[in-house]
C-alpha cells in the first residue's frame, strides 16, 4: 500500500485548504484511515479519522467544526477539508493506514502506514 498526499501551501488566517491523500496498491474497506499533524518541536498529533467502510468520522477537538474528513470510493482517496484555518494549525499534515481495523485509533502507533507529508502554513 502506497499513499501520495498533496494539497498543502500557504494561506491566510481565515481561509480554506484541502487535502488528499491518494492510496494504491490495496482495498480500503476494512481499515480507517487517519490524518495527523506535526508542528515544529511538537510530536505528531490526531486531526481526524474515517472509518472506510461506514465513512464515520473522527475529530480532535480543536478541529471540529472546521475540518471535514472524507472519502472517494471511486478514487480511493481520503479528502481533508480545512476551514477557518488558524495560524495554530501550521504543522505538516500526514495520512495513514490504521493498524486496529475498524477501531478507530488517535495515536500514531496505531497507524502503520504513512504517506509523505504535507506542509501546511497558515499566516496570521
Known amino acids: 500500500v502506497q499513499l501520495q498526499a498533496s494539497g498543502g501551501g500557504l494561506v491566510q488566517a481565515g481561509g480554506s485548504l484541502r487535502l488528499s491523500c491518494a492510496v494504491s496498491?490495496?482495498?480500503?474497506?476494512?481499515?480507517?484511515m487517519g490524518w495527523f499533524r506535526q508542528a515544529p518541536g511538537k510530536e505528531r498529533a490526531f486531526v481526524a479519522a474515517i472509518r472506510w467502510v461506514d465513512g464515520s468520522a473522527y475529530y480532535e477537538d480543536s478541529v471540529k467544526g472546521r475540518f471535514t474528513i472524507s472519502r472517494d470510493n471511486a478514487k480511493n482517496t481520503v479528502l481533508l477539508q480545512m476551514n477557518s484555518l488558524k495560524p495554530e494549525d501550521t504543522a505538516v499534515y500526514s495520512c495513514a493506514v490504521g493498524a486496529t481495523g475498524l477501531r478507530v485509533g488517535k495515536f500514531a502507533h496505531e497507524y502503520d502506514k504513512w504517506g509523505q507529508g504535507a506542509q501546511v502554513t497558515v499566516s496570521s
Open positions: 496498491g490495496g482495498t480500503l474497506s476494512s481499515y480507517v
